[in-house]
T-cell receptor
Framework: AQTVTQSQPEMSVQEAETVTLSCTYDTSENNYYLFWYKQPPSRQMILVIRQEAYKQQNATENRFSVNFQKAAKSFSLKISDSQLGDTAMYFC?????????????FGKGTKLSVKP | SQTIHQWPATLVQPVGSPLSLECTVEGTSNPNLYWYRQAAGRGLQLLFYSVGIGQISSEVPQNLSASRPQDRQFILSSKKLLLSDSGFYLCAFHRGLGNTIYFGEGSWLTVV
């Protein structure tokens, strides 16, 4: 069975600095999809970034980028120029390509605090 | 555009009472639908998922059940709530492999 592991329950960073959140996963599949989701105190889940496993290029979205290491099954999220509004829970998610439309598995999350 | 709504937003129910949380999707057809539970300060626990009408897969055996009476409607139910059922429940959907996953606004359930 696929698993997603986020080894950092909590992290903090100073405003304007850079922070990296780690995520590892376990699968025997070759094609799959990876996501980072943000959950602020409002509890609304917000997509941060997505990566297709068959693409070697790392995805980027403004201040957010990933370091996707397929052989190591690692998918870390880098947040540059951290802002107070980045304070949230961050979830790494794996979407299998098995079956007709796939299935979705989340890690336990990392609570990020951005300090002024 | 694709949207998802779930209700009620908050619910306080006594132990032993029934539960019904409803989720509706707009703007797409034949989505994959999910129910997750999130305990305070914890990650997302997958409860049920559905790939089609009447097709429900359960990930965690418990006193909750799910139904999909229509293509874009997903219902989470219980006949008798337990204190341990308290938590934040999220409905989600996606359409197609790798596509964006949309989440509902969430429902806070407190069992007293």
């Amino acid at each position: 069975a696929q698993t997603v592991t986020q080894s950092q329950p909590e992290m903090s960073v100073q405003e304007a600095e850079t922070v990296t959140l780690s995520c590892t996963y376990d699968t025997s599949e070759n094609n799959y999809y990876l996501f980072w989701y943000k959950q602020p105190p409002s509890r609304q889940m917000i997509l941060v970034i997505r990566q297709e496993a068959y693409k070697q290029q790392n995805a980027t979205e403004n201040r957010f980028s990933v370091n996707f290491q397929k052989a190591a099954k690692s998918f870390s999220l880098k947040i540059s120029d951290s802002q107070l509004g980045d304070t949230a829970m961050y979830f790494c998610a794996f979407m299998s390509s098995w079956g007709s439309q796939g299935n979705l598995i989340f890690g336990k999350g990392t609570k990020l605090s951005v300090k002024p | 555009s694709q949207t998802i709504h779930q209700w009620p937003a908050t619910l306080v129910q006594p132990v032993g009472s029934p539960l019904s949380l409803e989720c509706t999707v707009e703007g797409t057809s034949n989505p994959n639908l999910y129910w997750y539970r999130q305990a305070a300060g914890r990650g997302l626990q997958l409860l049920f998922y559905s790939v089609g009408i009447g097709q429900i897969s359960s990930e965690v055996p418990q006193n909750l059940s799910a139904s999909r009476p229509q293509d874009r409607q997903f219902i989470l139910s219980s006949k008798k709530l337990l204190l341990s059922d308290s938590g934040f429940y999220l409905c989600a959907f996606h359409r197609g492999l790798g596509n964006t996953i949309y989440f509902g606004e969430g429902s806070w359930l407190t069992v007293v």
